[in-house]
C-alpha cells in the first residue's frame, strides 16, 4: 500500500526532483534547438566533431547530473512513499536508487558517443568497455538488492495474504465454522 507524502522534508524532496525534472528537459528542448541551427553540422575547427555533437554533449553532461543528484532523492521519497516491512522498503529504495545511476551511465554512454566515436575512431571499443565497467556495479548491486529482499517481500505477502483471510474473509476455514 502507499501513502500520502505529508512530512515537510518530503514536500522539499519531491519539489527538487520536480525541479530538476523541469530544468533537465528545459535544457535538452534548447540543446535540441540548437542542433537544429544553420551551421550546427559543421566541425568544430580542428577536429573532427561536430557543433551540434558538442552541444549534445554538454546536455547529456547537465542530464547525467541531474539524474545524480536525483537518486539519493528518489530513494528517500521511495522510502518515504512505501509502507511495509523497513526490509522490504529499504531494497526497493536502493534499487530505485542504482536504477538512476544506471540510466544515468547509459544516457552518458549514448549521449558522449557522438563526441568520442569521431575522436576514438576504431578504438570505439575502448569507450564501451569504460562505460561497461561502469555500468556493471549498479547492475550487480540491483540483483543483489533484488535476490536479498525476496525473502522478505515473500514474507510479507504471505503475512498479507493470511491476514486478510483470518479478518473475516470467507476463506474455506470460515465457512465450517459456526454451524
Known amino acids: 500500500m502507499t501513502r500520502r507524502l505529508t512530512r515537510p522534508a518530503d514536500r522539499r524532496t519531491v519539489h527538487t526532483l520536480v525541479k530538476l525534472l523541469l530544468g533537465a528537459t528545459a535544457v535538452l528542448f534548447v540543446a535540441y534547438l540548437l542542433t537544429l541551427l544553420p551551421g550546427a553540422d559543421r566541425l568544430v575547427p580542428a577536429t573532427p566533431v561536430s557543433f551540434a555533437a558538442l552541444v549534445s554533449t554538454v546536455a547529456t553532461a547537465v542530464l547525467v547530473a541531474a539524474l545524480w543528484v536525483a537518486a539519493p532523492r528518489l530513494a528517500a521519497v521511495t522510502r518515504s512513499a512505501l509502507s511495509g516491512p523497513e526490509a ?87 465457512e465450517g465454522q459456526g454451524a
Do not use: K, N
Request: hydrophobic content about 55%.
Open 88 to 174: 522490504v522498503v529499504e531494497h526497493l529504495a536502493s534499487v530505485v536508487h542504482w536504477l538512476v545511476v544506471l540510466v544515468a551511465v547509459l544516457v552518458a554512454h549514448g549521449g558522449f558517443a557522438g563526441v568520442a566515436a569521431p575522436i576514438l575512431g576504431g578504438s570505439m571499443w575502448l569507450y564501451d568497455l569504460a562505460f561497461l565497467l561502469v555500468a556493471v556495479p549498479p547492475v550487480v548491486i540491483i540483483g543483489v538488492r533484488l535476490y536479498v529482499g525476496i525473502d522478505p517481500a515473500a514474507t510479507a505477502i504471505t503475512d498479507g495474504l493470511f491476514e486478510t483471510e483470518d479478518d473475516g474473509g470467507s476463506g474455506p476455514e470460515r
